[in-house]
């Protein structure tokens, strides 16, 4: 089946340092990706995602690349802010038997930057 | 245009009780999902409704019953509340049948089980 494997966190950085957060998934098709940020006391909203191998995509100064090869989606900032706080959910989402897209999401990572 | 709403936003429940959380979505989307978040387990899908008139069953279906009321509605109702489904639950709807269509989510529903 299906799965996504992000890096634990919580990672804690200084504002303005480069963020890298790992996602790895195996999946039986040919899934689209994704991710997700959640704000405390919200729900999640989608960050940036990527339909077809080696299509970057990017959003509010992050980025991800989906590699085919390696089966990864990581995620990148050059220069975070204390408002980049949050948690981060790596997804795909991928034809299940019946004909639905059903999305399988990681566990999420926790960013915390000081100032 | 409010997206995808849920009410209650917070619920305290005794052992046993009964209760159906609400969602509902204005963006004319087919698929609905009903979500619970734990920490350190992401987010685990309970049921969800690829169009209207159907449900399925999800990752952690047991102890709750779904019932998509017409295309905007998607409840999720739990007939004798557990310590162990105190948690936050998210709707979310998508559009049906394009693999590259990403999800909305309601800004949750924080539930204890006392």
């Known amino acids: 089946g299906n799965s996504v494997t992000q890096m634990e966190g919580p990672v804690t950085l200084s504002e303005e340092a480069f963020l890298t957060i790992n996602c790895t998934y195996t999946?039986?098709?040919?899934?689209?990706l994704f991710w997700y940020v959640q704000y405390p006391g919200e729900g999640l909203q989608l960050l940036l995602k990527a339909t077809k191998a080696d299509d970057k995509g990017s959003n509010k100064g992050f980025e991800a690349t989906y590699r085919k090869e390696t089966t990864s989606f990581h995620l990148e900032k050059g220069s975070v802010q204390v408002s980049d706080s949050a948690v981060y959910f790596c997804a795909l989402s991928d034809l299940r038997a019946g004909g639905s897209y059903i999305p399988t999401f990681g566990r999420g990572t926790s960013l915390i930057v000081h100032p | 245009n409010a997206g995808v709403t849920q009410t209650p936003k917070f619920q305290v429940l005794k052992t046993g009780q009964s209760m159906t959380l609400q969602c509902a979505q204005d963006m004319n989307h087919n698929s609905m999902y009903w979500y619970r978040q734990d920490p350190g387990m992401g987010l685990r899908l309970i049921y969800y409704s690829a169009s209207e008139g159907t449900t399925d069953k999800g990752e952690v279906p047991n102890g709750y019953n779904v019932s998509r009321l017409n295309k905007r509605e998607f409840s999720l109702r739990l007939e004798s509340a557990a310590p162990s489904q105190t948690s936050v639950y998210f709707c979310?709807?998508?559009?049906?049948?394009?693999?590259?269509?990403?999800?909305?989510f309601g800004p949750g529903t924080r539930l204890t089980v006392l």
């Open positions: 979310a709807s998508s559009e049906e049948g394009h693999f590259y269509n990403e999800q909305f």
């Open positions: 999946a039986t098709g040919y899934p689209s």
